[in-house]
């Protein structure tokens, strides 16, 4: 069964992407073809998914592929879960891109040029979940990368635009590569490419090791890890805000896919320093993503970092897995890695969400800027409050998704006391304070987000003339947001679902998280830590009922609405207020380090300073990755070109004398 | 999970949530008194606060036109969300149904989502003043957090639990033992409580210069039962960071089970913690000033530096080779 | 739990050992030089204390005559002459702007870390009662160089290598119950005396440079034309 529907979803998206082909002429098909197959395609990938979660792991394979080496899948539970992941995240943009798409249509850009390459893109995706040895994988991942290429460089006018596509093919090509010597490692050592072989070599110790540190290289460029993330700040914000939505809620989540399947699967060995490189690195990831998603203005870019912000935090929490793993307490290595991929699937549905409902703001204002925004609540309710449950879910607040998950983290690095090594009894505390000021920061980054676009004075004419998205739009926005509250409330329900997962990755033990029952989490014992959400959802609709009933005024007692207290100096105008610099900037003066801050105030006026007649500031902020990373090995990658490029002198005795002693090489070889 | 169908820890459990929202404006009015008496003031009556609160729920109710319904609506949740962290803390015993459901990270939890919803309702109003306390607020908030979530962390590392009630249980089974860990993780979770609820040295609950509020500024723009309910909040805050901090250090005087006479003696002891946490802070209230904004982050530091200390001693000096 | 179990006094000590650290800390963040020097003195007195208590616990009285000779020492004698010699060179009301005190503070905590990384095989053999706070005073040994290196106020630098000398001897108390009698008294009097031969050299050092920092003292000139020159900016 799970086979037909894998197979009906993958040829689902082929056939949306094909039918694209002839988009360009019959503009119809867009929204009536395209769209309708890949949201179908989107609905059996999620029922294929519940299959294979719920039931057995299933293999075939296929006639595809080279003669000697065809491609075989392999849906077990952990790729049940992905593909559920994809299935809705794609269901909801197919929902959402009719309404979307509807000002391209008649814009200068192919329709062509956006269709083929989601239908191929999502297709990608699919068969990476769903591939079972090396060459299908690399081939359904290459397949991935080159076809968001396309989507990326949509809007090609711009020279920004292009190179941000071209840094995004180059690093996902950087990181491809990794990729493939990894999987190089694990062949070197057994007979042939199939995860099967692969899973049953023997790597001796220091292999293993090169072999995990160019997954995590490979995967974590992918994913967006910090120092390696460069590409996505400057690709997301780009590419049209469905396939944002799509890049950033399905395709970091590949990468981490492709992460577990290749160290907590294939290689058969865990190391407690793998674990604590990771474990480090996610931290970074997280502290950094936030901070820099702070002095963002631009509403995508500030979204982008925020993912890495969440993928650094979902690495933590595989960092923590992988130490217990390696320290021999398997069951707090399950507890770890279910809570890293239900924060991993709750990521997905409220970035999602967000990434839309950003759409949905950019169609309707044409602005990108949070500084041109605002007051947007009352023009866009329906956005509005899917976008608040998206900021609510995604700050990490009870009783939303993203607090079980977050709680589930906390709560496995609790568990570091049994470790005996006392170095790592100090790390993960310290590690866990890092997480509890990075979900701090997050909650201060979206009242910034939400409270400059949504709420106060609309900034701009534009802002002020919004209309309300299509009903497309606006429903694919309340879907992700129902699974976000459904999720935040039963929290048991998932994680009794995802309960198989953890089996068929070597055999680990099944998780004892819901060991009370549907109503509560608990993770360790039930006396050491419970969480039942349904009830704290209860509380808290009960005392608010009762506060409401009790406290609310008579019915002759009217509310007056009357101007904001303005110091009686006059109407408050629209400039007046906070900017999203401006609310940013205790931030940026505390933590001044970690920016390369470039700020320029002139004063315009008398000498001494007794009347100003004008004042510019001017702000800029930027990535010091660039400046130390990238720009270095870049110049090294152009000077060594340089050194190389002498070999080309021109002259054609030169050439001569390299074939010359070619010849004489290999004679002398042969003898 | 069992005892969560008894009837006799909800009806504590309704008993000590009661008790916790009719005693916050007394203790209000306990600190004004003695700062009155330290400043050699004439104090108003311990009764005060329950006089403005009454005024206020009478009064009219004035609702910006810039605003949305968010902004009537917060109120009620940030009343809700402390409601239900006093719900949570044992205030007169130890063993509560709902210490299940919401453990202490949880309760952190609950402190954040009402924050959220009063940053946002104040930069509702579209003012600059809103913007400005909301900035603040969550500033300082985010930097708070991870201090004090590293004092629970050594406090839970001890008491193997998160779950207030065990963690009060083991701690009170112990008997006197002078760990170091909790002696940092006691400093930091003062410091952090007299951040988190805006007292002096952070934040002036009395001032009226705008320009120096942090948590006043965010309610500036209510008025009426919106604005008591938000007053309300506030000393509730207070008074929960109070029996938090009196009851995990000094959990003697709680009552193990439920008889009248625990109960009664357990109540006395709370009232004579309260009393001395009282007179600390309205010492410290008096004697230091009030710290400009961007010193508040050396504050904070020296905050996660006491909690550091303390999960350090823990591990290195508490918890064997 | 293994530490409820120990005496009230053993907890004391360990009580103790956490409040010698954060005397260190305390002298780590000071930027005013009066308020190091108070900090100072009060790890004496808690070195002294701990003295007193380890004394009580492990039963040894010889260890009471160290606590009243630190006492004297450290806690009295020695911050006196560094008070009296901050007033005489009228230093008192500088502030010495630390390289970024909260960086200064997460290396103080690292090295925390690290000490105990490197002292967990000695506690494992060792079989006194006090084995747990070996790491701690190795720790308080390291915050004392890490004060000398981050200070550039030479008289927070004599404080930073007396700290040294006080995790020194708190670690000999620790770790093996104490030094030999002869061998402590001769550390002290050497201390003693280092004490007023820094005061001595301080008032040539400010007379010839006109000021205590020592980062000044870095430039070396070859001829002394350059040298009249150099003092004559100064």
Known sequence: MTIQWIACAVLLSLLSGGVGLGASYYRALLRWACFPLLGLSGLATVIAGFLALLGDPVSTQLPLGLPWLSWSIYVDALAGFFLILIGVVVFAVAVFGPGYTREFQHGRHSLAALCVPTGLFVAGMQLVVIANDAFMFMIAWELMSLSSYFLVAYQHEQAANRRAAFLYLLMAHIGGIAILLSYGVLAAFSDGFSFELLRAAELPTLWASIAFALAFFGFGMKAGLVPLHAWLPEAHPVAPSHISALMSGVMLKVAVYGFIRVVFDLIGQMQVDWGVIVLLTGSASALLGVLYAMQQTDIKRLLAYSSIENIGVIFMALGFAMIFLAAGYPKLGTLGLIAALYHALNHALFKGLLFLSAGAIIQQTHQQSLEHMGGLLKRLPYTGTFFLIGCLSIATLPPFNGFASEWLILQTALQGVVLENGLLRIVIPVTAAVLALTTALAAMLFVRLYGISFLGQPRTRQARQAHLPSFGMRSAQGMLAALCILLGILPAVAIKIMGAIPQTLRGLPAPEITGQGWLWLTPASAASASYSAPLVLLGLALVWWLSYFLLHGRKHQQVQRVPAWDCGFGPLSARMQYTATAFAMPIRRIFKPVWLIDEKIERSGDEQGFHTSGLRHQLQVSDRSWKWLYLPIGRWVLRSARLVSRLQSGNVRTYLSYSFFTLLFLLWLIS | MADLLNLQGWLLVLLQTVLFVLMAPLLTGWLRLLKAWLQNRSAPSLSQPYRNLLKLMKKEVLVAQTTTPLFRIAPYVVFATTVLTAAIIPLLTVHLPTAAIADVIVLVGFLALGRFFLALASMDAGTAFGGMGSSREMTIASLAEPAMLMAIFTITMTAQSTNISQAIDFLLGQGLVLRPSFMFALLALMLVAVAETGRVPVDNPTTHLELTMVHEAMILEYSGRHLALMEWAAQLKLMVYGVLISNIFFPWGLALDNTPHNLLLSFISLIGKLMVLSVVLALAETVLAKMRLFRVPNYLNLAFLFALLGMLSHVILEAGA | ?234
């Open chain 3, 1 to 234: 739990m293994n530490f409820a179990q120990l005496g009230l006094q053993e907890q004391g000590v360990i009580l103790l050992a956490a409040l010698i650290l954060l005397s260190s800390f305390a002298m780590l963040a000071q930027s005013r030089i009066l308020a190091c020097i108070h900090a100072f003195a009060w790890q004496g007195v808690l070195v002294a204390a701990a003295t007193a208590m380890i004394a009580l616990v492990a039963n040894q009285p010889h260890l009471y005559l160290s606590a009243i000779l630190t006492f004297s020492l450290k806690a009295l004698l020695i911050p006196w002459v560094l008070h009296r010699i901050v007033i005489k060179l009228e230093i008192a009301h500088e502030v010495e702007t630390v390289v970024n005190p909260a960086l200064v503070i997460l290396a103080a905590a690292a090295l925390v870390a690290f000490s105990y990384y490197i002292a967990m095989p000695v506690e494992k053999l060792s079989t006194l009662a006090t084995r747990n706070t070996i790491a701690i005073s190795l720790a308080v040994v390291l915050i004392g160089m890490l004060i000398m290196v981050t200070r550039r106020q030479a008289i927070t630098q004599v404080v930073g290598f007396m700290s040294i000398e006080n995790g020194l001897f708190y670690t000999a108390v620790v770790a093996t119950h104490g030094m030999p009698m002869v061998v402590e008294l001769g550390v002290a009097f050497d201390l003693l005396v280092a004490t007023v031969i820094f005061g001595v050299f301080f008032f040539q050092i400010r007379a010839s440079i006109d000021s205590l920092d020592v980062d000044r003292l870095s430039r070396l000139v070859e001829t002394s034309e350059i040298d009249e020159m150099t003092v004559e900016e100064e």
